[in-house]
Structure formats: structure tokens, C-alpha cells
């Protein structure tokens, strides 16, 4: 084998190599960009957490409007906070509540309106 496929074998391997590591861990996450209002609370039907994983090292909050549009919401809002801990604190006080708070296998939580 020549010397010059050589050299441009050696290049291909590291372009693959440089393009397998773009994708690091901590950088798959679901929400690519959060939406800055929470809109009416009587529109979601749904509210999904999602714990910081080895696959995405950022807690992401998924709405499911009634309409089946779904937007993630930033975690760092005070209105998002709010809203959070209200439905926590419903689900630490009555197991009858209307507000379900169940955890699913992918590390979520998910609460239904």
C-alpha cells in the first residue's frame, strides 16, 4: 500500500474519531431550548421531570398542554419553582389528591393536572 493512502486512511480515522467525540456525555438531553413563559395553568394536562442524568446533566421540566402541544419549561424560574413545589407539597399532603406525582423507569416524574 502506498504511503499516500496511508496518510489518508490515518485522516479518515481521526475525523471519525473527533466526530464520535462531539457527543458528549451530559449533552443529550431532551429540551434543546425552554420557553420562557408558563402560560394558563388550566391549558396543561401534563407536567414530566426529569432528573440530571449521565445522558443529560440538566433537570428538564416537558409540558403537555390540552391541545398536545409539548414545551420544556426553565427550571431556573421562579414561576416554574413555584409551580413545582405546589404540586410536591399537594402530593405530600393527601394520597387523594387529584395530582399524581408517579415515577416512570427513565427517572421521571410525572404529574397530571
Known amino acids: 500500500m502506498s504511503s499516500i493512502i496511508k496518510v489518508f ?5 481521526m475525523v471519525c474519531i473527533s466526530k464520535a467525540q462531539l ?3 451530559g449533552q443529550q438531553c431532551l429540551c434543546q431550548r ?12 401534563e407536567i414530566q421531570i426529569y432528573k440530571a442524568t449521565i445522558f443529560c446533566n ?7 398542554v390540552n391541545s398536545g ?5 426553565n427550571p431556573q424560574m421562579k414561576a416554574v419553582k413555584k409551580l413545582v413545589a405546589r404540586i ?3 402530593q405530600r399532603a393527601s ?16 404529574a397530571r393536572l
Open 88 to 90: 410536591m407539597t399537594k
Open 69 to 73: 402541544l409539548r414545551y420544556c419549561l
Open 58 to 64: 440538566k433537570v428538564e421540566i416537558l409540558v403537555t
Open 9 to 13: 486512511l490515518l485522516l479518515a480515522v
Open 23 to 25: 457527543h458528549e456525555p
Open 95 to 110: 394520597t387523594a389528591s387529584p395530582v399524581k406525582l408517579t415515577p416512570t423507569p427513565a427517572a421521571t416524574s410525572t
Open 34 to 45: 425552554v420557553r420562557g413563559l408558563l402560560g394558563l395553568r388550566s391549558d396543561i394536562k
